[in-house]
């Protein structure tokens, strides 16, 4: 959950480190760091507590020469408060030698030992600063930085991405990965080295993902990659799908709010080229067959967090349609539960980053248990994917806000993908079934976009009226259910307010009992249109609350007269067929999430003891 970024090239280091960084800072942001070497061959290196503008204005005030390598790092800490001798990057004994890290080596005390024991000084609480003093001893005996990078990376146990330069190598700079994220960018008389190809999109749209307990060493005119015993292992270019200006701002007053105005074409983009005459066909799950997924017998979907919500509602659809029996489960759980799984099951797993360690684990897990295993995932190269049979990516652009929102509505369209292309290999639904939610599917990008016209406004206006606010409660049935999920994350990740969301029929069993006066509830309300609707049953949970003084905002199908009794709010959403109102329901509890956060001056896009990917366990 650190960004990291490495460049080779001419003597534009500073501009490239520092660019690269603040287009990964939603990764971590807690203290940030360079090292350049300077054209005199001397290295030069700065690091700061604090977020990367803090040492964006150090270096304005104390310049350090510019260079044609240099290494650079924003943090979130974990071994070690963020503060400035825990920044990376990390020396040898000599200073020569830079380092920066990713993640967690989880025997860092006993190699801190060994090197306590021959009289090393250490500057920090990391256990980066270990690897960089492993590091920088063998390259004294090889003079060598990659075969020293080798040596150390085979000792070590847990999660790494490692970056390292010395000052007696200009143009060098070797990395090594495993179980953390690494991509290769791939410039003219230049390369580059990020954890995800935010770090360089803006200089080159060429790209390598680096594989497993692989190795890289770049130079201007050379890119070589080896796995950890020396080997050279194939590698494949890729070309990134979205342009710098797709991770910039682009004008608005944050990204999350540019992010939720894209959740239309998040929608429309997911579906691009995965329809054709009104049917679902999803080349890319080839790899797995079709004739394995009709055999499938169980369908587990793995993630954490928003993901997992998507997850939830995707099981709705999935089994609805394809009449598979869907199992959801947070990663953390099902990785360490020893669960049932087998060649019959299909293992979803899904995540924006394609990063999350414990889905990255839960994955592992099942291609070590013969599932058939498929990643929904929204960042080309990711480390996920690569480790799955199979991956379809949904196309919502890069989603740099910590709280997540478009590629929420991307994953459940991803999702919904999936269980129609199983309906149709398993023929439980008709192609005239299967065109109607097709339609339903192709319809929400403009119903989004009418809520967003509609209600952003009143949305706003509310959230200004709450700042105060101490709690809410989310409750929603069904699909319902999920949305008020998703509402209560927004709310605590984005406001830091206690939220909880409830299965509406749960209410009577126990939380009933947090209703007095005043307790603010937000209600997800099913159409009334469908004659098996749960409608009635969740204006009776209004009732419920009502009478004992609860303060009801209701998302409500625009139109439907028999809630307005009842709630203090109504926010319309535009009517859909019963799967796919969590598409328009969502949108108002991400507004109201952002909308929230920002009226109390909060930072919507870098909430506090927040990273956008969970890169460590
Ligand atoms: C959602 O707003 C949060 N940022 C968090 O719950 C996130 O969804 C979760 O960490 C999973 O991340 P992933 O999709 O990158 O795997």
Same mark, same amino acid.
């Given at each position: 959950?650190?960004?990291?970024?490495?460049?080779?090239?001419?003597?534009?280091?500073?501009?490239?480190?520092?660019?690269?960084?603040?287009?990964?800072?939603?990764?971590?942001?807690?203290?940030?760091?360079?090292?350049?070497?300077?054209?005199?061959?001397?290295?030069?290196?700065?690091?700061?507590?604090?977020?990367?503008?803090?040492?964006?204005?150090?270096?304005?005030?104390?310049?350090?020469?510019?260079?044609?390598?240099?290494?650079?790092?924003?943090?979130?800490?974990?071994?070690?408060?963020?503060?400035?001798?825990?920044?990376?990057?990390?020396?040898?004994?000599?200073?020569?030698?830079?380092?920066?890290?990713?993640?967690?080596?989880?025997?860092?005390?006993?190699?801190?030992?060994?090197?306590?024991?021959?009289?090393?000084?250490?500057?920090?609480?990391?256990?980066?600063?270990?690897?960089?003093?492993?590091?920088?001893?063998?390259?004294?005996?090889?003079?060598?930085?990659?075969?020293?990078?080798?040596?150390?990376?085979?000792?070590?146990?847990?999660?790494?991405?490692?970056?390292?330069?010395?000052?007696?190598?200009?143009?060098?700079?070797?990395?090594?990965?495993?179980?953390?994220?690494?991509?290769?960018?791939?410039?003219?008389?230049?390369?580059?080295?990020?954890? @995800? /190809?935010?770090?360089?999109? !803006? +200089?080159?749209? #060429?790209?390598?993902? &680096?594989?497993?307990?692989?190795? =890289?060493?770049?130079?201007?005119?050379?890119?070589?990659?080896?796995?950890?015993?020396?080997?050279?292992?194939?590698?494949?270019?890729?070309?990134?799908?979205?342009?710098?200006?797709?991770?910039?701002?682009?004008?608005?007053?944050?990204?999350?709010?540019?992010?939720?105005?894209?959740?239309?074409?998040?929608?429309?983009?997911?579906?691009?080229?995965?329809?054709?005459?009104?049917?679902?066909?999803?080349?890319?799950?080839?790899?797995?067959?079709?004739?394995?997924?009709?055999?499938?017998?169980?369908?587990?979907?793995?993630?954490?967090?928003?993901?997992?919500?998507?997850?939830?509602?995707?099981?709705?659809?999935?089994?609805?349609?394809?009449?598979?029996?869907? @199992? /959801?489960?947070?990663?953390? !759980? +099902?990785?360490? #539960?020893?669960?049932? &799984?087998?060649?019959?099951?299909? =293992?979803?797993?899904?995540?924006?980053?394609?990063?999350?360690?414990?889905?990255?684990?839960?994955?592992?897990?099942?291609?070590?248990?013969?599932?058939?295993?498929?990643?929904?995932?929204?960042?080309?190269?990711?480390?996920?994917?690569?480790?799955?049979?199979?991956?379809?990516?949904?196309?919502?652009?890069?989603?740099?806000?910590?709280?997540?929102?478009?590629?929420?509505?991307?994953?459940?369209?991803?999702?919904?993908?999936?269980?129609?292309?199983?309906?149709?290999?398993?023929?439980?639904?008709?192609?005239?079934?299967?065109?109607?939610?097709?339609?339903?599917?192709?319809?929400?990008?403009?119903?989004?976009?009418?809520?967003?016209?509609?209600?952003?406004?009143?949305?706003?206006?509310?959230?200004?009226?709450?700042?105060?606010?101490?709690?809410?409660?989310?409750?929603?049935?069904?699909?319902?259910?999920?949305?008020?999920?998703?509402?209560?994350?927004?709310?605590?990740?984005?406001?830091?307010?206690?939220?909880?969301?409830?299965?509406?029929?749960?209410?009577?069993?126990?939380?009933?009992?947090?209703?007095?006066?005043?307790?603010?509830?937000?209600?997800?309300?099913?159409?009334?249109?469908?004659?098996?609707?749960?409608?009635?049953?969740?204006?009776?949970?209004?009732?419920?609350?009502?009478?004992?003084?609860?303060?009801?905002?209701?998302?409500?199908?625009?139109?439907?007269?028999?809630?307005?009794?009842?709630?203090?709010?109504?926010?319309?959403?535009?009517?859909?067929?019963?799967?796919?109102?969590?598409?328009?329901?969502?949108?108002?509890?991400?507004?109201?999430?952002?909308?929230?956060?920002?009226?109390?001056?909060?930072?919507?896009?870098?909430?506090?003891?927040?990273?956008?990917?969970?890169?460590?366990?």
């Amino acid at each position: 959950m650190c960004g990291i970024v490495g460049y080779v090239g001419d003597s534009k280091s500073l501009e490239v480190l520092l660019g690269g960084l603040k287009r990964l800072e939603y990764r971590g942001y807690d203290s940030a760091g360079v090292a350049v070497l300077d054209a005199d061959g001397h290295m030069a290196t700065r690091k700061r507590a604090g977020k990367l503008q803090v040492l964006v204005d150090d270096l304005t005030d104390r310049p350090i020469a510019n260079g044609a390598t240099g290494i650079g790092h924003t943090r979130w800490a974990t071994h070690g408060g963020p503060t400035d001798r825990n920044a990376h990057p990390h020396l040898g004994d000599d200073g020569k030698l830079a380092l920066i890290h990713n993640g967690i080596i989880e025997n860092f005390s006993e190699l801190k030992q060994e090197l306590l024991d021959s009289g090393a000084t250490f500057t920090s609480e990391t256990d980066t600063e270990v690897a960089a003093l492993l590091v920088g001893r063998e390259y004294d005996e090889t003079h060598d930085l990659t075969e020293s990078l080798r040596r150390v990376v085979a000792r070590l146990k847990g999660a790494f991405t490692l970056l390292v330069m010395h000052e007696d190598q200009p143009g060098v700079v070797v990395g090594a990965r495993r179980n953390s994220p690494l991509v290769i960018g791939l410039g003219d008389g230049e390369n580059f080295l990020g954890s @995800d /190809v935010a770090a360089f999109v !803006e +200089f080159t749209r #060429r790209a390598v993902a &680096i594989g497993q307990d692989q190795i =890289v060493t770049i130079r201007t005119d050379s890119v070589v990659v080896t796995d950890f015993d020396g080997n050279p292992v194939e590698t494949e270019e890729f070309e990134i799908a979205w342009d710098a200006s797709a991770s910039d701002k682009g004008g608005w007053s944050s990204f999350m709010a540019k992010e939720i105005s894209e959740e239309p074409e998040a929608v429309a983009n997911t579906l691009l080229g995965r329809v054709h005459d009104g049917i679902v066909t999803l080349k890319e799950l080839e790899p797995i067959g079709d004739d394995v997924l009709a055999g499938i017998d169980r369908i587990v979907l793995i993630a954490c967090g928003t993901a997992a919500y998507a997850g939830m509602l995707g099981k709705y659809a999935i089994e609805q349609w394809s009449r598979i029996p869907v @199992d /959801v489960e947070l990663s953390h !759980e +099902f990785r360490y #539960r020893n669960p049932i &799984i087998n060649e019959r099951t299909l =293992v979803i797993s899904i995540s924006q980053s394609g990063e999350t360690m414990d889905t990255l684990m839960a994955v592992k897990y099942a291609m070590e248990h013969n599932a058939r295993v498929l990643s929904v995932c929204n960042t080309q190269g990711a480390t996920i994917p690569r480790e799955s049979h199979a991956v379809v990516y949904t196309h919502a652009g890069p989603e740099v806000a910590v709280a997540s929102t478009k590629a929420f509505v991307a994953q459940v369209t991803a999702l919904y993908l999936i269980g129609l292309h199983l309906a149709r290999v398993r023929e439980t639904l008709t192609d005239a079934e299967i065109r109607a939610n097709v339609a339903e599917l192709q319809a929400v990008p403009d119903k989004i976009a009418e809520v967003l016209r509609v209600s952003q406004a009143e949305i706003g206006q509310l959230a200004h009226w709450m700042t105060d606010t101490q709690s809410v409660l989310f409750l929603g049935r069904n699909v319902g259910y999920p949305v008020a999920l998703e509402g209560a994350l927004k709310l605590k990740e984005l406001a830091y307010i206690h939220a909880e969301g409830f299965a509406a029929g749960e209410l009577k069993h126990g939380p009933i009992a947090l209703i007095e006066p005043g307790q603010v509830v937000i209600v997800v309300v099913p159409s009334p249109r469908d004659p098996d609707s749960l409608h009635p049953k969740v204006v009776s949970n209004i009732q419920e609350i009502r009478a004992r003084g609860a303060r009801v905002i209701a998302i409500a199908e625009k139109g439907d007269a028999s809630v307005l009794p009842f709630a203090d709010e109504v926010i319309p959403i535009p009517l859909a067929g019963h799967l796919f109102e969590p598409f328009l329901a969502v949108v108002p509890l991400h507004i109201f999430g952002m909308e929230l956060a920002s009226a109390k001056g909060l930072d919507v896009d870098q909430p506090r003891n927040l990273a956008k990917s969970v890169t460590v366990e």
